[in-house]
């Protein structure tokens, strides 16, 4: 499936960055890293602890966002709540 985008498109920077940086490789492998670690077992001699670090930043990150949306959606409910 191609997916089309405009000129202006945010993703275009985001392809660009993930695939000429750093921090963006590094992102792609821990994304797979966490595909292949959550259906596969894996040793941990084969992740790196680099990988491990982002990893776990990874999923701080996660749950620092679920936090704040869940923190957004009771704020949403309780405007709702007081307009009635």
Do not use: N
């Amino acid at each position: 499936m191609v997916v089309e985008r405009c000129d202006t498109c945010p993703l275009y920077t985001l392809d660009w960055v993930r695939s000429h940086s750093f921090s963006g490789r590094l992102l792609d492998r821990v994304l797979h890293l966490e595909f292949l670690a959550a259906k596969f077992k894996m040793p941990l001699d084969e992740v790196t602890d680099e990988e491990v670090t982002a990893l776990r930043i990874l999923g701080e990150e996660r749950d620092e966002f679920q936090r704040e949306l869940a923190e957004q959606q009771r704020q949403e409910q309780d405007d709702v709540r007081r307009q009635r």
